[in-house]
């Protein structure tokens, strides 16, 4: 080569390897880098799988891959299982410690479940690991609630809340404004709102909500059951309260609710739910805050700009909300390096500094910072009514309650009373003929 | 080993065995071992969220709890399930046997139009459960949309016509099965008895009646078994369509072991003593379907024949 191409060679080099640099330090400091570099050095080249099912915090996460195995080398299997199959795949994974997926996601609906059969591993020892869970992580900024109420279950962290969730009430702005109506503050401007707005329109109805047979109607009933009074099991003493007058109350409310929605509300899941609100076909929608990105997304939902919020409506037994979400963990017999590198993926996916990053490709919101960041809350005005929303869970909290029971057989109880719930909103049984079958069932599953 | 004669060592057992061993040695892990497990784990307690070792022997409990009401989703989902047999077979064979007599002639683009038959069989029944999922859903399914312009609004799967619907979705999907076997067996009845009958003077339905079913009923006796059979184990459609809602309306036995094994419940004994109680009921179903058909010898059916056909053209 002749002396001023080598030289145009060596400079085009240089620059390429100083910008390639810079491309990987692009915003992120020195202590990131350090942090890269040792996961780098020791997991590169691992790949890691990650049993979960379709949710916004999954999509985020996804799209927030390619940049992790590009910095760090470990590469990401998704396996997206159907909510239902995925609870039992991880039992019957536990089971014969297969050690097939490394990072889980895990649902707070099971926990109770999971603990004692030992699906997840106790996180405490990845959280106290300096070089793998470095300062910059943030545990702490994850919002007390999801930390302790959905993380962890009898004080083992078990998870990394990454959707926290509680329900809350989405309405058609165009439609109440147009016939004169308020968002609903209690249960009962609920109920009249839903049958006021019931066959207004053609095509119209009330509202939507779950109500699929098992544990899609337990989730429903749920929503509206604390504040209506109603309760499975008393926190204190587990004394079963199926038939109680406050249950049975929650449940002729639910079923009438349920009457105002669409004609198969009954097959309807969170999905189907959704999909009627956001095409426009109720008036209302009482669900989890984890699926408002798919509500105000122009390219999937009819009435992303005509949609308001409120938090959910105060009951006779007092203003309650759910409280509920998804973690992330680590499976126990996973290999070891598999299992670290998992956890490196996790630090990545849930640290404060992707927190932003995570939520703009429509993650749920955990953190503190993220609720109080201007810049987040300019594009999501819904967060305030969200926090609003949490406060509710957190006056459930303070009474006493949790919203699921802490109790390895509340999912057994809830899938008889939903089974019961289903056969009412069919009108094979009434709702305290059902709730007296299902008070007696249950009374045995506890006892065993 | 005996002094081979000629040819015998290529037939003897011994040898035969050897090439049998590694098929048998499959079958057996796959099929004998789960079913020796089931038979166990129905007499015990083995709930799946206490874990294995937690089991205790319970004897015939399980069996019994069925029987008195304990269970009381148990006789429903019997019922339903002895209905939806009746209805599917029936419908498919009947709907089947039009469409193979419509296949046996030529047609233009014959080939075309049995691809088309295939399609449903082709896919999984999960996806067919999704896919009509969407189209009953009453708000935005496709089914509705189309009803709408005769100002029709039919609630599919709602309490009065999930059942109904379940059974659309199966006869959709296995009416073509039956329908190629169906076909099958009448391109391979030979054309004398036809041009026989046809010269007695025999009318389109006595020979219909006299000829094609008789000569057919093999075909009919294995179509008609297997969709009976295909039918006591359904699942996969089903549970996607409306997880056996709503209430019990649409739950068959298939999904209540389901539900009570798997569904949070985890009583994995109590639903292995339901999966016997379906075997039972699938060994009983056939065998007395096989005695009322009674299928023998292709000449006991020639004769048959003949004595039905001995009548054409003496009715002057």
């Known amino acids: ?448 | 080993m005996r002094k081979p004669r000629r040819g015998s060592y290529w037939t003897s057992r011994g040898y035969l065995l050897r090439f049998l061993l590694p098929s048998m040695i499959v079958l057996f892990v796959i099929v004998i071992v789960p079913m020796v497990f089931l038979w166990y784990v129905s007499l015990t307690n083995y709930d799946l969220g206490k874990g294995w070792d937690q089991r205790h022997f319970a004897g015939l409990s399980n069996f019994l709890m069925l029987f008195k009401g304990e269970d009381r989703d148990f006789w429903p989902a019997v019922l339903t399930t002895l209905i939806f047999l009746a209805c599917t077979v029936t419908l498919e064979f009947i709907i089947g046997l039009a469409v193979a007599m419509l296949f046996n002639r030529t047609i233009a683009g014959k080939a075309v139009w049995m691809a088309f038959l295939i399609i449903p069989l082709t896919i999984t029944p999960a996806v067919i459960g999704l896919m009509w999922k969407l189209m009953y859903n009453t708000e935005y399914g496709v089914l509705n949309f189309l009803l709408n312009f005769i100002n029709l609004k039919i609630n599919w799967l709602g309490p009065r016509s999930a059942l109904l619907s379940i059974i659309m979705v199966d006869v959709w999907q296995w009416t073509p099965f039956v329908a190629l076997m169906l076909y099958a067996g009448l391109q391979a009845i030979s054309t004398e008895p036809y041009e026989s009958a046809v010269v007695d003077g025999a009318s389109s339905l006595q020979i219909f009646r006299f000829i094609t079913l008789p000569l057919l009923r093999p075909m009919i006796v294995v179509a008609v078994l297997l969709r009976s059979i295909d039918a006591l184990r359904i699942f996969d459609t089903v549970y996607v369509l409306t997880k056996g809602g709503p209430g019990n309306i649409t739950e068959l036995l298939s999904l209540h072991i389901y539900r009570v094994g798997f569904e949070h419940t985890g009583w994995i004994g109590r639903s292995s003593a339901v999966a016997i109680v379906l075997l039972i009921m699938a060994t009983i179903i056939t065998t007395i379907f096989m005695r009322v058909v009674n299928i023998t010898r292709p000449a006991a059916i020639a004769n048959r024949i003949e004595e039905n056909t001995s009548g054409f053209g003496s009715a002057a």
């Open chain 1, 1 to 448: 080569m002749r002396r001023p191409t080598r030289l145009l060679f060596i400079l085009v080099v240089l620059s390429l390897v100083v910008g390639g640099q810079s491309l990987f330090a692009a915003g992120y400091g020195a202590d990131v880098e350090k942090w890269l570099a040792y996961v780098r050095a020791n997991y590169g080249g691992t790949t890691v799988t990650f049993a979960a099912t379709r949710h916004p915090a999954i999509d985020a996460m996804q799209a927030m891959t390619d940049e992790f195995t590009q910095l760090t080398g470990i590469t990401v299997k998704y396996d997206i299982i159907e909510e239902g199959y995925l609870r039992n795949k991880l039992l019957i994974e536990a089971q014969g410690h297969t050690g097939t997926y490394d990072v889980l996601l895990l649902d707070s609906f099971s926990l109770a479940e999971y603990a004692p059969a030992n699906v997840a591993a106790d996180l405490k020892p990845f959280l106290d690991n300096a070089s793998l869970t470095p300062a910059w992580y943030g545990y702490n900024d994850i919002v007390t609630a999801y930390r302790k109420g959905i993380g962890m279950y009898s004080n083992v962290v078990y998870g990394v809340p990454v959707a926290g969730e509680t329900r809350y009430v989405g309405y058609r702005t165009d439609l109440f404004q147009k016939y004169g109506k308020q968002p609903p503050k209690t249960m009962d401007d609920l109920l009249t709102l839903a049958k006021f707005f019931k066959g207004k329109e053609k095509d119209l109805y009330g509202i939507a909500m779950r109500a699929q047979k098992g544990i899609h109607f337990a989730s429903g009933w749920m929503t509206t059951m604390y504040q209506n009074g109603g309760q499975f099991l008393d926190q204190k003493t587990w004394k079963v309260l199926v038939n109680s007058p406050g249950t049975v109350y929650s449940l002729e409310y639910y079923i009438d609710l349920l009457n105002q929605g669409p004609p198969d509300i009954s097959v309807y899941t969170h999905e189907e739910a959704e999909s009627a609100f956001a095409l426009g076909k109720t008036a209302m929608w009482f669900d989890s805050t984890a699926l408002t990105p798919w509500i105000l997304d122009t390219t999937k939902s009819l009435v992303a700009d005509k949609v308001g919020f409120v938090p959910p409506p105060r009951g006779r037994a007092g203003a309650y909300g759910a409280l509920a979400g998804w973690d992330v963990g680590l499976s126990p017999d996973a290999k070891k390096k598999s299992q670290e590198a998992g956890w490196a993926f996790i630090v990545w996916m849930t640290s404060q500094i992707k927190a932003k990053d995570y939520v703009k490709q429509g993650g749920t919101p955990v953190r503190t910072s993220v609720y109080s960041d201007p810049e987040l809350v300019k594009q999501n005005w819904t967060f305030p009514i969200q926090l609003e929303s949490l406060g509710r869970a957190a006056n459930l909290v303070n009474d006493g309650i949790l919203w699921l029971a802490p109790h390895p057989k509340f999912l057994k109880v809830i899938e008889v009373a939903g089974n019961y719930g289903s056969q009412v909103l069919a009108g094979q049984l009434q709702a305290k003929q059902a709730m007296d079958l299902a008070q007696g069932e249950v009374e045995k599953i506890m006892s065993e």
